[in-house]
């Protein structure tokens, strides 16, 4: 799984408020600007909807921000798996 886009979080943020705000407000949207699928997602069915937006579409676009963010904060937080597997003595090569 990988977005974020190696972005910051106060970027992916960024990020994501401006497209919130293009959906909601009717205007064009940016694609693979480093948010999730859900987040995506869940911005298309706001522009999808608009003028009728519902409160809940927002919601739900949202808590998929926070969710993929937290993924991709943890995902960028783990160190990179070494090239060549560490030599274990004792163990068969």
């Given at each position: 799984m990988s977005f974020g886009g190696g972005h910051t979080a106060e970027a992916r943020f960024s990020t994501f408020e401006t497209e919130l705000s293009a959906a909601v407000g009717g205007q064009p949207m940016r694609m693979?600007?480093?948010?999730?699928?859900?987040?995506?997602?869940?911005?298309?069915?706001?522009?999808?909807?608009?003028p009728d937006i519902t409160d809940?579409?927002?919601?739900?676009?949202?808590?998929?921000?926070?969710?993929?963010?937290?993924?991709?904060?943890i995902v960028a937080e783990?160190?990179?798996?070494?090239?060549?597997p560490a030599a274990i003595p004792g163990a068969a090569q």
């Open positions: 693979h600007v480093g948010l999730g699928p859900d987040t995506d997602s869940a911005l298309i069915t706001i522009a999808l909807a608009h809940d579409m927002i919601a739900t676009a949202r808590r998929a921000f926070v969710a993929e963010s937290v993924v991709a904060d783990v160190p990179a798996l070494p090239e060549e």
